[in-house]
């Protein structure tokens, strides 16, 4: 039986980049924000940047990588994208604890599906060396609907883990009979990669109340990226309240 993990919490700043982008002022503060974030015990902070800079912007990286190492030296940085050339660039210069690669088209709305490993895995393979050569962890977005074989591939391009999709589960918060078939899912996707030696992120339409049955679900689960519901509670409760409640929700006490 897998020992459960502890299960770290990383930030997710876009949302609060995109509500600063609706004017051309310095507020609400990306950095400032992240830094109320990790003062409260977040244990990371994650940004998503897009060709079109529609929320995080590439002069944020550089920001969020200096706060980190100036202030919170603990904390991990993780930079989620598709990986082209730009995009590998601004790993590079911005060094983050975690690459996360996903299948976006520039103009999703938000990431919708993880990578079709029997497609791309080939595609994969020199990506993750070159980033795993400079030190940078590698995860990898996938589906969380069952399919070992495709995990099986995933774990062959050299990937350290895999961030499974959420988003299914997340959709279901008011149909608890659909929100069971999506974490039977996800827990069948999850003892694969248990078993194939893949650690397991997770992350999308992730709440304070569907966090502890996913946690159940997922004993190995190793970290959450959260922005949209943290960001929305954060309105309500303050950045700080909100960012321990979600601890708590992953399974730390006060």
């Known amino acids: 039986m897998t020992e459960p993990a502890v299960t770290k919490l990383s930030v997710n700043l876009n949302a609060i980049a995109q509500l600063r982008n609706r004017r051309d002022l310095p507020w609400p503060s990306v950095t400032g924000l992240g830094a109320m974030a990790l003062a409260a015990g977040a244990h990371g902070l994650t940004v998503h940047p ?5 929320h995080i912007r ?10 980190i190492d100036d202030e ?18 601004l790993v590079e210069d911005n060094q983050p604890d975690q690459a996360t690669l996903v299948p976006d088209d520039p103009a999703q709305a938000t990431s919708d599906h993880g990578w079709d490993f029997r497609r791309d895995g080939e595609l994969l393979k020199p990506i993750i060396l070159r980033l795993k050569k400079q030190g940078i962890r590698v995860s990898l977005f996938a589906d969380g609907d069952g399919d070992a074989e495709s995990l099986a591939i995933a774990a062959e391009t050299g990937t350290d883990r895999v961030e499974f999709y959420t988003g299914p589960y ?6 608890p009979k659909a929100a069971a078939v999506a974490l039977g899912n996800l827990k069948a996707s999850a003892e694969a990669a248990d078993r194939l ?8 339409d992730l709440t304070v109340a569907n966090l502890p049955a996913l946690k159940q679900h997922i004993p190995s689960l190793l970290e959450v990226s959260i922005g949209h519901g943290l960001t929305a509670d954060a309105l309500q409760y303050g950045m700080t309240e ?11 006490g006060d």
């Not at 897009?50 to 529609?54: F, G, Q, S, T, V």
């Not at 909100?242 to 730390?252: D, E, M, S």
């Open 72 to 89: 919170f030296p603990e904390a991990e940085f993780n930079i989620e994208g598709y990986p082209t050339e730009a995009f590998m660039q």
């Open 170 to 175: 997340g959709a279901c918060y008011d149909d």
């Open 242 to 252: 909100t960012v321990k409640r979600f601890l708590r929700a992953c399974g730390h």
């Open 58 to 67: 590439r002069s944020d990286l550089p920001e969020i990588r200096a706060l």
């Open 50 to 54: 897009r060709p079109d800079e529609r």
């Open 197 to 204: 030696g893949l650690g397991i992120n997770a992350g999308h």
